[in-house]
């Protein structure tokens, strides 16, 4: 049987798949459901991502986006995107038992919300409209006269009128510093005495992942990610390679892969967003071998990432 590739390589970028506080929600979920068995309930998908989400499904784990739809005294899990105030409260109402998944790094991001609207500052928060993250971090803001702006794009920043004297910016975890970078210039000239978090949101992981796609870009000519197409952070990174003139698609699994586009590359790169977890990126590989290609060492320095989040304490308890 004749193979598709005879001198195509394959190169992969490092960091990839899963970060910290996706492994960390995803660890409390199947913890919850071994300790307290099915049906655990979860707020949302706890990641963005199809293939973790089918399994945990198979588990009688059960993804809901109204509490009133969770039965009374239910054990109900928030996803690693956080929730607002109004849902915490409502599922306080319903006497549910709670864990929760969100990372670490967005309660940074709503604790500085709370902080500004604690002091009636307007904060301008930089993300992409509909998205959970985002939702959960504005429905963190409750001032009597401040007020919470959302903000795409630097047309969406011209477009604020903002009265108050004292203004602050926050931004959604999961873009890349490049696609804030001229937002934050414009808001700055805007508002000269605008504030900056102590430290940039951007999760760590998600801009690691951006750098490593960087890193070997200049030497593929086609990007293939691994991760779902409601992940923020998996398509900012097929984005990045479309941005560089590199053809890249967004794929949940080797199913996905289009062998026709790839028949005449020379090098392909693989990564896969933080939500994708190690099994679909060994399937790609996999595949693509058996077809010919070969797995080569770019030789590129390797950022190491040590970070990990524990889980709560009654779980590790019990």
Avoid: W
């Avoid at 319903?94 to 902080?115: G, M, S």
């Avoid at 903002?162 to 959604?172: C, F, G, K, P, R």
């Avoid at 996999?286 to 990990?308: C, N, R, S």
């Amino acid at each position: 049987m004749s193979k598709l590739f005879s001198n195509t390589n394959l190169v992969l970028a490092t960091p990839r798949g899963f970060c910290a506080g996706v492994e960390r929600a995803v660890d409390i979920v199947n913890r919850a459901v071994e300790l307290f068995g099915a049906p655990i309930y979860v707020k949302h998908e706890v990641v963005h991502n199809k293939y973790v989400i089918n399994n945990l499904e198979k588990k009688g784990v059960i993804f809901i986006e109204d509490v009133n739809s969770v039965p009374e005294n239910s054990i109900l899990i928030y996803s690693a995107h956080g929730v607002s105030i109004k849902i915490k409260e409502d599922s306080k109402k319903k006497n549910l038992k709670i864990f929760d998944a969100t990372c670490p790094l967005v309660t940074k991001v709503h604790l500085e919300v709370h902080k500004y609207a604690k002091s009636n500052i307007d904060v301008v928060l930089i993300g992409h409209k509909g998205h959970p993250e985002i939702e959960g971090t504005i429905g963190q803001y409750s001032s009597e006269n401040g007020k919470i702006h959302l903000v795409e794009t630097i047309d969406d920043v011209n477009r604020l009128n903002i009265s108050n004297d004292e203004v602050a910016y926050a931004t959604q975890t999961t873009l890349s510093i490049d696609d804030t970078k001229d937002i934050i210039t414009e808001l700055v000239k805007k508002f000269p005495f605008i504030k900056a978090p102590i430290k940039s949101d951007i999760c760590y992981a998600t801009q690691n992942r951006q750098d490593a796609v960087k890193s070997i870009i200049k030497d593929c000519d086609y990007l293939l990610v691994i991760g779902s197409v409601n992940s923020s952070n998996s398509k900012r990174l097929s984005e990045l390679a479309i941005k560089n003139n590199i053809p890249s698609k967004l794929i949940d699994s080797k199913n996905d892969i289009d062998l026709e586009a790839l028949k005449n590359k020379k090098t392909i790169g693989i990564t896969a967003g933080a939500s994708a977890p190690e099994i679909l990126l060994d399937e790609v590989i996999t595949y693509l071998i058996e077809e010919g290609a070969v797995l080569k060492d770019t030789g590129h320095e390797k950022k190491k990432e040590d970070i990990t989040f524990s889980i709560p304490k009654e779980l590790r308890i019990l």
